[in-house]
């Protein structure tokens, strides 16, 4: 039996839910469990996350607020801001946001979820003491006390607070990191840390964790999409995209050899039209994005030369402005052909949905989340305006490794795309991504686990 453990995540945005997706099958029990909505959690509990989700979401949406939106999140942004990196500098001290965060924990936040962790740790030692006796030998590889990882900070200084026996693992899903990613005492700390980056890895030194609770694993990606550690499902889609994304041959012809070296031979010819997918925050911002391409690609769109997958979560309002706008533009016809909206009820069908439709998407057109690190999977990102601190650091890191380019006005996609496509920029960006890039994340965080 390999090792499981416990995979918690919260379910406010898409971004640390989407990153314990791809780590599910390490999951005790097959599934992630919620820090902030999971089946019997305390109503004092409830209320404080629900609290702090809505308050998330508002702020996010009432940024678009004419004149006072802006004034209003950089307010609030400033709470969880990222420091200059440099000078470097000790940044060991905490903050006011990650004071009030611990002090919410001491006063019982988070008591329950980690109690009940560790009654069931506890039944599983039983039940492997009890197995152990009666000879089931493919049973002694179960660890009694099962390693917990975290998507986001809180519910890992949880389970330090309340002791949770096993260790304790937080992911990071961000290019760079605010200071309430570190505990009050980062030294003293037994939390270990997955990085996505080596400037996580450094912030982390600089806000006092010790070297050896860092591991440089890069962001775990779906498996899905990239097969075994030969990464032949990436290979083969990373061929049939670059077809797409060099029409006038200009990158192929000075980088064959680096492409048929890393990928093989590519096909003779591709066989689908050039697929755009635009896909919306959690919060359901930026979605008017999404429409204004589809309007300037309309006659590519009828055309049958290009496809704009619309990503609408699993927000149904977000769905219905998509379904309405599109039948304004005279395009309902090209519905479930050349325009799909991507939806599900529930975050794993849409993840899972999500996936599926990256395999024969070329470029990915998104605001700076954690889809970011989606680049090392050979796809282009069109960077949409970036929301918050974090985002604007993810920017930066995607323009500076060059798997990423600024999108210009959605209103003339037509012309600047084009122009982008025939010089070969969005297949440089591709194979920037998918050399550069680190891909087995989450073979490297299942090798620490399983060690």
Request: glycine residues 6%.
């Amino acid at each position: 039996m390999k090792q499981k453990a416990w995979v918690i995540s919260v379910n406010m945005g898409y971004g640390h839910q989407r990153t314990a997706y791809s780590l599910r099958d390490l999951s005790l029990e097959g599934r992630v469990i919620n820090a902030n909505d999971y089946l019997g959690i305390s109503k004092r509990d409830r209320i404080i996350w629900e609290g702090t989700r809505k308050f998330y979401e508002f702020i996010s949406r009432f940024k678009r607020t004419a004149l006072i939106g802006n004034f209003v999140f950089s307010v609030f942004d400033a709470l969880q801001k990222i420091r200059a990196f440099y000078p470097k500098q000790d940044l060991s001290k905490s903050n006011f946001t990650l004071r009030q965060i611990c002090s919410s924990i001491k006063k019982g936040w988070g008591g329950d979820l980690i109690g009940e962790l560790k009654v069931k740790s506890e039944k599983l030692k039983v039940k492997s003491h009890y197995l152990e006796n009666k000879s089931f030998l493919e049973t002694r590889k179960l660890k009694v006390n099962l390693p917990l990882i975290s998507t986001f900070f809180i519910p890992a200084f949880m389970a330090e607070f309340f002791k949770y026996p096993g260790e304790i693992f937080c992911i990071v899903c961000d290019a760079d990191i605010a200071r309430t990613w570190a505990t009050l005492n980062p030294k003293e700390s037994k939390i270990k840390y997955f990085a996505p980056t080596e400037r996580v890895t450094k912030r982390l030194k600089l806000y006092g964790v010790k070297e050896e609770n860092i591991f440089l694993t890069g962001y775990p990606l779906p498996m899905e999409n990239i097969g075994s550690e030969k990464m032949e499902i990436l290979k083969q889609d990373l061929r049939r995209r670059i077809l797409n994304l060099d029409p006038q041959k200009k990158y192929f012809e000075k980088y064959k050899i680096l492409i048929e070296e890393n990928l093989g031979k590519l096909p003779e010819k591709s066989e689908r039209p050039l697929t755009i997918l635009f896909s919306v925050g959690g919060s359901g911002v930026q979605k008017e994005i999404g429409i204004k391409i589809v309007k300037s690609l309309a006659v590519e769109i009828w055309a049958g030369e290009v496809k704009v997958i619309l990503s609408a979560g699993i927000r149904q309002k977000v769905k219905e402005y998509f379904g309405k706008n599109i039948r304004n533009l005279g395009l309902e016809e090209k519905l479930n052909k050349n325009i799909e909206i991507l939806f599900a009820e529930n975050i794993e069908d849409y993840f899972q949905k999500f996936n599926q439709a990256l395999r024969k998407t070329d470029i990915l057109w998104t605001k700076p989340s954690e889809l970011s690190f989606y680049s090392a999977l050979g796809i282009p990102i069109i960077i949409a305006p970036p929301i918050g601190s974090q985002e604007e650091f993810n920017k930066r890191w995607l323009l500076k490794s060059g798997f990423g380019v600024s999108q210009e006005n959605p209103r003339y996609t037509r012309q600047w795309l084009f122009d982008w496509l025939n010089q070969g920029y969005l297949a440089e960006a591709a194979m920037e991504g998918f050399i550069e890039g680190e891909k087995l994340g989450t073979f490297k965080i299942k090798n620490i686990i399983e060690k």
